[in-house]
């Protein structure tokens, strides 16, 4: 019988596959910048830039705990859509099993951590005085979710692995709903300010965990969670952690960045903060939806790289990198012209409101290129080619970003001028993703392993 991963990774034409992956990993992205700007945005109702400071301030170890989650959702995608395409369906089992029962762990190990340690950690991360009470509130009662998050985050990615798209975008559908839902119910109906976003955000992910087990343990889920096929050895671990690793190393980088220039922007005032915080989510409206484009791919990539069929991966990507400058192009344009009411739906306080426009604008710069930058990490990563993959994992927001950072705060001491560290460094890391791509012979061991489609 012919299934669904077959019949589109394989035998689909190359724009219906990309098409019909990409727009479901899309959804799931705009749910999920929808999601993340609900918070600050009724946050943001409450008139106080405190609160949102404090949501800002916290965002970062948010990231960690995703963190976590992308190491098993990407680097456990990786292995099993290889794996799928080499036709071996127990061991891609092996693998979906071994990230959930792995995953779990760590998240609840986590959970307690955090829980216990929520106050050191807010003022770590570049909490005021202020703002302290508000973000280890915020952190304590969102820690409670952390073993669903990693389970979310790891099986959204997973699951479209399988040929699944609609399944992994209806998960975080389901999850972001609630939590978009619960926010001004909470926040601005129930008067809990702080408190009330971080239980919709428990809830949120509580369902959209649940939704996934629920598939999964169904009979039309190709993989499976049963705790009979977990194995982490016979290169299981090693092929998820191998690409995992440096994919969750972007997001840990991104969360030391974020708390370095917030900890360096605090110097500013609490209302800089609130601005670069703003900023960061006008951003992310392109961000996402080009991560969106960038996961939908890597797993028809991992097909047919396991497969060994190099004309059909050449093609996937030429497609994808027409599409993502399209993408990347339209939606800088929107973001810069829309700054203004984007920025001051969050911010009513005249001092965050301008810094908010002025960071907001710069960091929108790098939208023309990070569409390819994120074609080009998935490419990498659905090889498995672990070194080059390492590389721009630790250079985006740690090799490249922090020299940047530092050498402008040096050079100018000027708050603009430190956001203008992002899109510098996304124009350096785009150039470096194109020069390892395009010297694969050199850094991808297993690229002997594409041959040409006959």
């Excluded at 109702?45 to 609160?51: E, I, L, R, S, V």
């Excluded at 975008?169 to 972001?176: E, R, S, T």
């Excluded at 399209?326 to 301008?354: K, N, Q, R, W």
């Excluded at 993959?389 to 603009?416: E, H, M, N």
């Amino acid at each position: 019988m012919k299934d669904k991963t077959t019949e589109i990774f394989r035998d689909a034409p190359v724009p219906k596959a990309v098409i019909s992956n990409v727009i479901p990993s899309i959804i799931s992205m705009i749910m999920v910048l929808v999601y993340n700007l609900a918070d600050t945005f009724f946050i943001g109702q409450t008139k106080d830039a405190y609160m949102v400071a404090a949501v800002s301030v916290a965002t970062p170890a948010f990231l960690l705990f995703m963190a976590v989650g992308m190491l098993f959702g990407i680097g456990g995608t990786s292995l099993i859509s290889r794996t799928l395409g080499e036709g071996k369906m127990d061991r891609a089992k092996n693998a979906s099993s071994f990230c959930f029962w792995t995953g779990l762990c760590i998240g609840l190990i986590a959970m307690v951590v955090i829980f216990i340690f929520a106050s050191p950690v807010s003022m770590a991360i570049g909490a005021s005085q202020e703002t302290v009470g508000y973000a280890s509130q915020y952190l304590r009662i969102v820690s409670t979710a952390i073993p669903f998050l990693i389970i979310s985050n790891s099986f959204s990615n997973i699951i479209r692995a399988e040929g699944n798209a609609q399944v992994a975008m209806m998960g975080m559908i389901v999850g972001n709903l609630i939590n978009i839902i619960l926010d001004p119910v909470m926040i601005l109906g129930f008067g809990w300010d702080v408190a009330g976003a971080a239980i919709a955000t428990v809830l949120g992910n509580v369902f959209a965990a649940g939704f996934y087990i629920w598939h999964l343990l169904s009979k039309k889920a190709t993989l499976s969670i049963h705790p009979k096929y977990y194995l982490a050895g016979n290169g299981i671990a090693a092929g998820v952690f191998a690409i995992g690793i440096p994919a969750s190393l972007n997001s840990i980088l991104m969360s030391l960045s974020n708390i370095i220039v917030n900890n360096i922007m605090s110097d500013y005032g609490d209302m800089a903060v609130a601005g670069l915080g703003v900023a960061m989510k006008v951003n992310m409206i392109v961000v996402m939806l080009l991560i969106g484009l960038g996961t939908g791919i890597q797993p028809i990539l991992g097909y047919c790289f396991g497969a060994g069929s190099k004309d059909r991966y050449l093609a996937v990507m030429k497609f994808s990198m027409i599409l993502a400058f399209a993408i990347s192009a339209v939606m800088t344009v929107v973001c810069y012209c829309g700054a203004d009411p984007l920025v001051h739906a969050f911010l009513e306080d005249a001092d965050a409101f301008t810094y908010g426009m002025s960071f907001a604008r710069i960091y929108i710069y790098s939208g023309p290129v990070i569409g390819i930058m994120f074609v080009f990490i998935n490419a990498i990563q659905s090889t498995g080619a672990a070194l080059p993959a390492l590389i721009l994992s630790i250079s985006r927001q740690g090799l490249i970003y922090l020299p940047v950072l530092f050498l402008l705060r040096r050079v100018f001491d000027s708050a603009t001028m430190l956001a203008a560290a992002q899109p510098i460094t996304d124009y350096l890391t785009t150039a470096l993703s194109v020069v390892l791509l395009f010297t694969y012979k050199k850094y991808f061991p297993n690229q002997n392993q594409i041959k040409k489609t006959k």
